[in-house]
């Protein structure tokens, strides 16, 4: 099977018989041992030969339906390919074998490399395909990808976008569907209002700066203790390597539990991600499984990563009910009298404003329920979080990975990205290392963050900000879909006929495939040059081939995926960690054993100093998420402070 985000567009986006049967198919194919087992048990196989006659064989039949299955097949191939030529500038489907479902499986099977076989094997800008007796457009030129997605008017999000999603992925129970999509336009105001938009995003930028001041140098703590690790360590699981100096942790993991403490507190307030431990790591669950969720596949269903990522939307759903029942109904704030002192625990977050407040008066002004109200939350706290986490996460792993020795050694006389990126930022997030209070105690560097106006300006950073959208480029995987609710008609100069406009009509509840269609622009050798490999100035003097995505939270995201890149730059030097053998595993296993520390010194010999073993960075393979793919196993690197830094600011200047 192609992916199961492209098994995911086959059924919700084609017509509406396929949608009828697919999950009672499922639940069928769930019970099916059980079925078969009780047919074997009562010998119903032997009751139902009854019924077919006794001289049957299947070399009779075989053969004949095998000849009538090529014939249907090459004849429909034959006329869809001759139907192209008919009604000159509509978009014409690419040619297909079976009748009815059309070009399903292919897309089912063949998912992103069908496609991009399409792509190759055509010369139109606009190519279509039919799942199931749904016309899908996909525009394969980015000019005309920014035209179409100009016509505002005559385009309507699909209700695999709008309701399928919401309702098998967020769990919103389909009693609230009406309500849902009535309130729908009001929702998405408040999201601008509160996040996205104006100064609120800038005030949850300049929240994000601050906690990024405060904890990135404990990103790392180099405590062996588990109790007195950080949250983000733990989860990380990480081992020393090198005394308190390095140790070695899975990258993903880390950048997601820091990062979500991050991002999280000046959305929800800080009640929740205290109260719910679990909170980062559901939410990375949750969008590994993202497609396997949003096709609504029962929770037994034998695909991985599915029943775990159900039991994460499960707590997810139960905690954000009960904060939002607190928001609603906040304790009884108890009187406290002339001679006792607060303790600060009588405060609650319904007291300080945040994104999620005016959400919840929102909800409770309309009456929305509370299992309907956590639905929305979660698809909110998963927009802002799974875009900017992965993001993050490539972002770091390509620029340190081009940045390593032997990379550098292929460059020659070029400045390694690391390198240029910490220049490029040193102003605005300034790392420094401040006086040490005794010796033998040395302090941690510290970092500050200047305004978070750098951070959502489009002309700071230029290298970096290149560095980002190529990220994007490489790992995007939204299947944002479109529906034509109005004609339109799209122009094109052609290349080899200059001056000569050639025209597309598309046709009135058509879909157009706008998540598919950058997925294909980003991936053409025709529009960038070496398009699987990372170029992190890719985008340093020339602006991609389509505009940036109509999301609008792509600027709060890209804005807190900069800040966090700059950030981790500035303070951490980040290496591939050695890839363990069986003896290293051994070794490890034998140290760690009782008495195992006694019998060394007992037969202490002179040993000669082992070799530093050095890692090579393998970057992982993507998976299909919601946004951006995430990686498909853990990636162990090797983490270190950043020596050199000078002292603070007021003491440089005093030199």
Request: glycine share 6%.
């Amino acid at each position: 099977m192609g992916s199961l985000k492209y098994l995911f567009s086959g059924v919700y986006a084609s017509n509406g018989g396929i949608r009828l049967v697919f999950l009672p198919l499922c639940y069928v194919l769930l019970a099916s041992p059980f079925v078969l087992f009780f047919l074997r048990l009562y010998r119903a196989e032997i009751k139902a030969s009854g019924y077919f006659p006794s001289d049957y064989t299947a070399a009779d039949i075989v053969p004949q339906l095998f000849l009538f299955l090529v014939t249907v097949l090459l004849a429909t191939r034959s006329l869809s390919a001759i139907g192209k030529n008919d009604r000159k500038g509509r978009v014409q489907l690419y040619p297909y074998w079976v009748p009815g479902l059309r070009h399903w499986g292919n897309l089912v099977w063949g998912g992103e490399g069908w496609l991009k076989s399409v792509r190759e094997s055509t010369f139109e800008s606009i190519i279509a395909y039919s799942s199931a007796g749904a016309k899908h457009n996909v525009i394969v030129s980015g000019p005309l990808l920014d035209q179409l997605l100009e016509n505002t008017d005559s385009l309507d999000e699909a209700e695999l976008g709008k309701w399928v999603v919401v309702r098998n992925a967020f769990g919103l129970s389909p009693k609230a569907k009406d309500k849902y999509l009535e309130l729908r336009p009001e929702i998405s105001k408040t999201f601008d209002a509160e996040l996205f938009k104006g100064k609120q995003m800038s005030h949850l930028i300049s929240q994000a700066l601050t906690t990024l001041s405060q904890s990135l140098p404990d990103l790392i703590t180099f405590n062996s203790s588990i109790v007195d690790q950080m949250p983000w360590e733990r989860v990380a699981v990480f081992e020393l390597t090198d005394g308190t100096d390095e140790v070695e942790a899975d990258l993903f993991a880390l950048i997601n539990e820091f990062f979500c403490s991050v991002i999280i507190p000046p959305i929800v307030g800080d009640h929740l991600p205290e109260n719910y431990q679990l909170l980062a790591s559901d939410l990375a669950t949750f969008n590994q499984s993202f497609y396997a969720l949003a096709m609504g596949f029962p929770r037994l269903f034998p695909i991985p990563g599915l029943p775990g990522a159900s039991l994460a939307r499960k707590r997810l759903s139960q905690h954000l009910m009960t904060f939002l029942d607190e928001l609603s109904n906040p304790p009884v704030k108890r009187v406290v009298q002339d001679d006792e002192s607060m303790s600060g625990e009588e405060d609650t977050d319904a007291e300080a404003p945040t994104p999620l407040t005016a959400l919840n008066e929102l909800f409770a002004k309309h009456e929305v329920p509370y299992e309907a109200s956590a639905a929305i939350t979660l698809e909110l706290l998963h927009r802002v979080v799974s875009q900017a986490v992965p993001l993050a996460f490539w972002t770091l792993l390509h620029i340190y990975s081009a940045s390593s020795s032997t990379a550098a050694k292929l460059q020659d006389t070029e400045i390694s990205p690391l390198i240029r990126i910490r220049g490029e930022t040193k102003d605005w997030a300034d790392a420094f290392q401040p006086p040490s209070i005794h010796p033998r105690f040395p302090s941690p560097p510290s970092i500050s963050f200047q305004s978070p106006d750098e951070a959502l300006s489009a002309s700071s950073f230029p290298y970096l900000r290149s560095c980002i959208s190529e990220a994007k480029r490489l790992y995007s995987s939204s299947s944002t879909t479109v529906k034509v609710i109005k004609p339109i008609t799209l122009t094109e100069t052609e290349s080899i006929r200059p001056g000569v406009e050639e025209k597309w009509s598309l046709d009135v509840g058509s879909y157009v495939d706008i998540g598919l269609s950058r997925t294909l622009i980003n991936s053409s050798s025709a529009d960038y040059l070496l398009p699987k490999e990372f170029k992190p100035d890719r985008f340093l003097n020339s602006p991609p081939v389509f505009k940036s995505s109509s999301d609008v939270s792509e600027d709060l995201t890209t804005a807190l995926a900069l800040s966090l890149v700059a950030g981790v730059t500035q303070l951490w030097d980040i290496a591939a960690a050695p890839k363990k053998t069986l003896v290293d595993t051994w070794y490890e296993v034998q140290a760690a054993m009782p008495g195992a520390e006694e019998a060394d010194k007992k037969n202490e010999k002179p040993k000669e100093p082992k070799e530093r073993k050095v890692g090579s960075w393998v970057i992982p393979k993507g998976v299909d998420s919601a946004y951006i793919k995430v990686p498909s196993g853990d990636l162990k690197v090797r983490i270190r402070r950043r020596e050199g830094l000078d002292g603070p600011k007021t003491m440089r200047k005093g030199k």
